[in-house]
C-alpha cells in the first residue's frame, strides 16, 4: 500500500453527484492552464486563416510587380508585401489554411494507419506480429526526413500529396504505441474476468482495448499533427514543398531566408512565429489531453 | 519465543514500566499534514506515544489511521507534501524537530534504522549489497572500504545470511523477498541504533518467512538492546511480539497498553469491534458458525473538520455525546480515548498480565484446544440432502506444465514450470472448498483452470457431469454461466471506464441473457443482494472502496447465476473490518442461493473460518486435504503444521504454545522441483523414503506424507464424503 | 548475456535487410523512374528502354533485387552519372563532415542535458523546472532552419562573433582546425537535442527519485547530494544510454537540414541534392548507409546499456 493513500484513507463515494469520464476528464484538462492557452491559440490561428479572408481581403492569385517589398502599413498592407507582390498578411492567411490542413490531415492519416496497423500486430500476436513490428523497426532506421524526401523526389508535391506522403510513413510512431497498449490491455484482469463469463476475442477489442487505448491515440495524434506540420516546413525549406502561388507558412518561411539580410523582417519572423506557435499549441494540448485521459483512471 | 514472554511480562508490569526512566523516544501532540491536489489531509493528529529503551511498541491500525505516517513522521521520511505542523519528536530528550538537519540525519543513520513493507523495491538494484548495508558505516563512520565490507558480512551472517561473503557481492534481484528483507535489516542494524522501525516489514511475505523474519527482529532487539516500533495491520503479529501496543484509528491513537492487557480486556469500542472482527475470534466463540462480527461503514475523510469521536459513525455504542465531545486518551497504564468504554471485570484494570480475565462482555473464553481432535459438529449449511449428488466439480489429477522460452532466435523452449502437479479435488454443492498455500504453490492456478481460463497439459476438469477439456466453443460459452472467477483486486478486474451497470450487464450480454429491460431487472436484484443501492449504477469503479468493489464484483460473479464461485484471495487486499463485510455476505449468499465456492487463499485464518474442507497446496501438489477443522487443528502433513504454526494468533494460549516446527530454508524453484516428496527440501521430518514420491491417502482426511504427523483419527463423524 | 547479444545481432540483421527492400522497393516501383530522370524530360521512349535495358532496370524485380545485395555485399553501392563518381566515393567524401556534427553536437547535448533534466527533477514543479520545460519546448516547437537563422543573426550579424559558414575542410583534421566555424551548426543541432534529451532525463529521474529505495536511502541519513548522486543518477541515467540510440534518426534529419544551411556538404547535403537532381544511386546508397548507421547505433546502445545495468545484465544470464 503506497503511503499516500494509508494517509488518505477511502472516501465515501456516494456524497457527491455522479459525474461522467467525459466531464472529469474535461474539468482536468481545464484546469490545466497551458492546456488552455494551447486551445484558445489554436482557436486563435485557425480562426484568423479561415475567417481571416472575409474581413481583410487580398489577391493572392496575381502577383503584382509594381507594389513588391512594400513595408508593412504601407498602401493598407499590413503586413507589407513579398518580393512578388503580394500582401503578406493575406498571404499568412492562405499560408496557414494549407499548414493547419495538410497538418490535421496527415497527422489523423497517420494515427489511422498506424492505429490499425499497431491494433493487428498487438491482437494477433505471433508471426504477424513479428513481421510488422520488423517493418516498423526497418522504416523506424531510416530518417523520416530522409524517408519523405525520397518520396518528395519521385512524386511532384502537392498538398494532398504532402498528405500522404507524410502521413503514411509517420504511422510507425502510433503503430508501435496501439501494438504496446494492446498487449498489455489484452492481459489486464478485467480482460481475462471478460473471457471468464464466455466473452469472445471480438468483445475484448470492442468493448475493453479500444476505448481504454483510445486516450492514447488521441494524444499521440496531436503530437503527429504537430510533427507533420513541421514536416511540411522542412521539406518546403529543401525545396520540395508546396510549389507556388499555393502557400504555406513553412515554404513563406524558407522564402524568407532569403530576405534575411535585405532587411525584409516582415517576410521571415511573421511565418516563423507562426510555425512555432501552431505547433506549440497542438504539444500544449496534447499534454493537457494526456493528463485528462489519465486523470480519469486515477483511483481515489 | 520464551525470550519474549520473559520480557513481555517483565515490561509490562506497571511499576517495572514506571522505573524504565525516561523514554527512548517520546512523541508529543504530533501533527502531520500532507497537502494533496484536492486539499489537506491531516494524517496525524494529536499523536502522544513513547518507547522505552529495549521495549517493542506495536502500533496497529487499518489502512489510513496513520500508523505508516507516524513511522515516517518520526524518520523524517514523509512523502512529498507531506510536513510536521506540530508538537514535538523527542528522541533521547532532543526534539529532532528543533535540531539542525545535518544532526537529524545522523541520528537518523546511526542511532535508528528502518525497514520498510516491501523489500523487492526497497533496496536499490544497481547497487551491490555489500556496498549498500556498509553504506552507514562509510558515510556516518568514516570506516574503510575493506573493513566495511567485513563489518557488512558481519552483520549478513547475524541476520541469517547463507553465504554472506559471496551475497555481499550479489545485486538485490538474485535474492528472493525473504532474503532482501534480512539484507533491509542488516542495512538498518549495522550502525547498532538503539530504536528499530519496522513498517509492515513482514507483510508481503508468506506466513513461514514471516514467521522467520518477526523471530529474527525479536532475537535481535534483544542482543542489540534496542526498542523496536512495529507498525502493522495485523493484530496478531503484534500479539506475539510487542510489549505495549497503541491501536491507531482515523490519525488518533485512540487506544495504549501493554499487550496482554489490550488483548484480554481491550477498551476502546474500535479495538474491541476491531479484534472481533477476525476471522478467529469467531471460529474460536462459536466454532466458525457464527458470521463475523464486522464494522459498518468505512472510515472518516481526514480532509475535511472532525467534530467528535472519529469513530462514532461506525460504532454500535454510540450516543449523542459521542458525535460532539471530542474523546481524549484518559492518562494510566492503559490509556484509551471513548466515551463508552468496554467494561472492566473488578481488579482487572491494573493487575499484572497473568491476573487479567476476560471481558464481561460476549466473550466467551475459548477453551483454546490447539491439538482438538474431535472436529465441531459443524452443521453443514446448505442442505444436507446435496451432499450425495453429483459433485459440482471434480478435477482428477490436473496437471498444468508452463514452458520457459530461451531467448534465442528460435525461441525453444527451455524448461517447464511445473505449476500444478496431479491435483484432484472435488467440490459439492453449497461447500466452500478452501485452498491455501503459500505465493507459488499453484492455488492460483488451479483457480483459473477451474474457471476455464486456461487449459490444463492433462488432468480432467468436469463441471456438473461434463469434461471441460472436449467442449465444442458454443458449449464452452455456456459452461460459464456455471462458474466464476473472484479476484482479489476487483478494480484491475474491472474496466475503468465502463459505469458499474454496464459491468454488470456484461456477463448478461455476452450470455445473451434475456431483453434489456429483464437485465435491468437483474442488475437490480444483484445490487439488493450485494448490500449496494442503485445510485451505484451511474459510477465509475474508481469512486468505490475496495470493500464496496468487492461487493460489486461479487454481484458481477452472481449475475449469471452459476453454481460454483472461484475466489482468488477475495478479501486479501482488505482491511480485516471490510473483510468481515465481505466474509458476511459471501456466506449469507452461499446460504441463499445454494453456491459452493472455492475459496483460495494464502490466509489460513480466513480459510478455516469459510471453509467446510481444506486443501493444502505445496509446489504444485496438494499435500493434504481434509475437513477444515481437522485440517487446521490436527495437521497431518508437517508443512500443514508448519503453516499453522506461522500464523500470528490473538489467542494468547495460541501464541504460548507455538512449537518448533518452523520450516527453515526457501522455496525451491518449480523449474526443477526435488524429485519425490517435493517439501523434503525443507521437511524438519525428511528420511530416506521421501525420495520417493507420497501418494494422497486416507479417507477423509488424506495426506501426501510417508511420516504424516498423526493418524487419521478413526471414529470421525463420516458424511458421505469419500475423495476422489 | 551471449544469448540476449545473439538474438539482438540477429534482429539488426533482419531489420537491414529489410531497409534495403524497402528503399529498394520506393525507387524502383513508383513512377518517374531512374530512366527518366537520368536521361532528362526530352529523351526518346527507345533511349529509356535502351538505358532500362543497359542497367537491367528491365528485369523482374526480384532479379534486380538480388544483383543489387550482390554488388552491395562486394562494397559497390553503385554508380552516380550526375556526380560521375561511385556512390561510395561520394559518401567517403562526405562522411566525416556528418560525423563530425553528429557526434560533437550529441556530445554537448549529453554534457549540458544531464544537469538541466537532474536539475528539473530535483528542483520539480518550481521555477527551474518549469523555465527549462519552457525552453525546451520552444525549441522543440521552432523549425531547425529558422533556429539556425536566428543564430545566425544573432551571432554572426548582431553581435559577429562567429562565422555563419561551417569549415570546407575534407578530413576530420581539417574540420576540427576550424572551431570556430563549428558552434553554430554543432550548436544549432544540439539545441533540439538538448531539449529531447533534458526532457527523457527529467522523467526518468522523477521515476527513480519517487522509488522505495530512494526512500530507504534516506532513512539511512544520507545528505540529499548522496541519495542523488549515489543512489538516483545512475539508475536514471542508464535507460539514457539507450535513448541515444533511438534519437539516431532524429539526429540525422536534423543534420540534413543543419547542413544544407550552414553549406556543410555532409551526407546530408549529398541526399538533398540528389533528391533535387532525381539521383538515383545515391539516394539509395545514402539511405541504406545511413539506417545501417542507425540501427548498428541502436545495437551498440543497447548492448552498453545491458552491459552497465546489472538489472539487464543478469536478467539476461537467467534461465
New interface residues.
Partial sequence: MSTLSEAVGPAEPNDTPPRGLWRQGLTVFCENRLALVGLGLFVLLAGVCFLGPLVYQTDQVHTDLTAVYRAPGEQGHLLGTDGVGYDQLGRLMLGGQTSIIVGLAAGVLATIVGTLLGAIAGFFGGWVDAAVMRVVDAMMSIPSLFLFMLLAAIVTPSAPMLILIIGAFAWLGPARLVRGEALTLRSREYVQAMRGMGGTGGRAVRRHIIPNAIGTVIVNATFQVADAILYVAYLSFLGLGIPPPAANWGGMLSDGLADTYSGHWWLLYPPGIAIILIVLAFNFIGDGLRDAFEVRLRRR | MSESIGLTARHSAPAVHAAAGRPLLELRDLDTDIALRRGTVHALDGISLDVAPGQTLGVVGESGSGKTMTALSIMGLLPSGGRVTGGQILFEGRDLRSLPADEVRRIRGVRMGMVFQDPLTSLNPTIRIGAQVAEPLRVHKRVGRAEARDRAIQILRRVGMPRPERIVDNYPHELSGGMRQRVAIAMALVCSPSLLIADEPTTALDVTTQRQILELIDDLREEFGMAVILVTHDLGVIAGRADRVAVMYAGRVVETAATEQLFHAPRHRYTEALMRALPESAIRDSGGHDRLISIPGLPPDLSGPLTGCRFAARCSYVSDECRTTDPSLIPGTHQHACLHPVPTPAGAVTGPAGAVTGPARARVEPAAEPTRVEPAAKPVTAAPAEVTELPVLSVRNLVKDYPVHGRGLLRRAAGQVSAVADVSFEVRAGETFGLVGESGCGKSTVGRLSVGLERPSAGQIVLDGTDLTDLTGRERRRMHRQVQLMFQDSYAAMNPRMRVDAILAEPLEIQKVGDSSARQARIATLLDQVGLSRRALERYPHEFSGGQLQRIGLARSLALHPRLIVGDEPVSALDVSIQAQVLNLMRDLQRELGLAYIFISHDLSVVDYMADRIGVMYLGKLVEIGPAREVVRAARHPYTQALVDAVPSITPDRVATRDGTTIRGELPSALDPPSGCRFRTRCPRAADICTTEPPLVGGLHQVACHLPLRPEPTGTPTQDQAVG | MA??L??RL??AL???V??T???FL??HL???GAARATLGKEATLAQLAAFNHEMGYDRPLIQQYGMYVQRLLQGDLGYSYQLNQSVLEAIEQRLPKTMVLSLLSTLLAVVLAIPLGVLQAIRRNRWPDYAITALS??A???????LG?MM??VFS?VWPILPPEAPQGFTVAELLADPAGLVLPTATLAIVTIAVYARYVRSSMIDNLN???V?????????ER?VVL??TL??GL?PVITLLGMY??????GA??VE?LFNFPGMGQL??Q???K?DFPI?LG??VI??IA??VG?LVADLLYAAV???VR???SA?
Fill in positions: 544469448r540476449y545473439i538474438a540477429g534482429q533482419i531489420v537491414i529489410l531497409v527492400v524497402i528503399a520506393i525507387l513508383l513512377p518517374g519546448l520552444l522543440y516547437a521552432t523549425p531547425i532552419f529558422f537563422l545566425i543573426i550579424q522509488e522505495n529505495y526512500r530507504t536511502a534516506r532513512s539511512k541519513g544520507l545528505s548522496r549515489r543512489h545512475r539508475n542508464f539516431l534518426p532524429a539526429l540525422f534529419s540534413l537540414v544544407s541526399f538533398w540528389a533528391a533535387l532525381r539516394l545514402v539511405t545511413i539506417s542507425t540501427v541502436a545495468d546489472p538489472r543478469l536478467r539476461g534461465t
